[in-house]
């Protein structure tokens, strides 16, 4: 099961094949997105118990205003324009493969990966970043503010 936390307070599980998946939270009708990075034992189930480590929230952009993004990891969550990516931001500025998520000991950390318009924090430009509670990223028009959980 996913545990999903909603920032109306509302908490609820979901199926696991609702990774990856946009869906309303029961609460507020805010959506609410989950993403895996390497949760998957090796039959392709996953974990019994997902717990996720940071939130994101898009501030800004050309569209899913409010929309939170639970995030787990450790692996790489790849961002970019093309629907391979696990995070998919559409719009002028954001790359084909723009930024990846990292988790690290429990450290999460933006790096770009040499998009056209680059990747900020807290309005400046960065190759690589270690994330702290309430850093605003941006990626093409979108602000996005990172919290741990
Ligand atoms: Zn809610």
Not at 107 to 133: F, P, Y
Request: proline share 3%; charged share 25%.
């Amino acid at each position: 099961m996913l545990y999903i936390f909603c920032q109306c307070g509302h908490r609820s599980a979901r199926p696991d094949e609702s990774a990856g998946r946009s869906l309303p939270c029961d609460g507020c009708g805010r959506i609410v997105t989950t993403l895996l990075a390497d949760q998957c034992k090796a039959d392709g189930s996953l974990d019994s118990r997902i717990a996720f480590s940071a939130k994101l929230t898009i501030l800004q952009g050309p569209g899913r205003i409010g929309e939170q993004i639970l995030i787990t990891g450790p692996g790489a969550i790849d961002i970019g324009k093309t629907h391979d990516k696990r995070l998919v931001l559409t719009g002028a500025g954001v790359s084909r493969t723009h930024a990846q998520l990292l988790c690290e000991a429990n450290l999460w950390r933006i790096e770009d990966l040499n998009s056209h318009n680059g990747t900020k924090v807290n309005g400046a430009k960065v190759q690589t970043r270690i994330l702290k509670d309430g850093d605003k990223l941006g990626i093409g028009e979108y602000e996005i503010v990172f919290n741990t959980m």
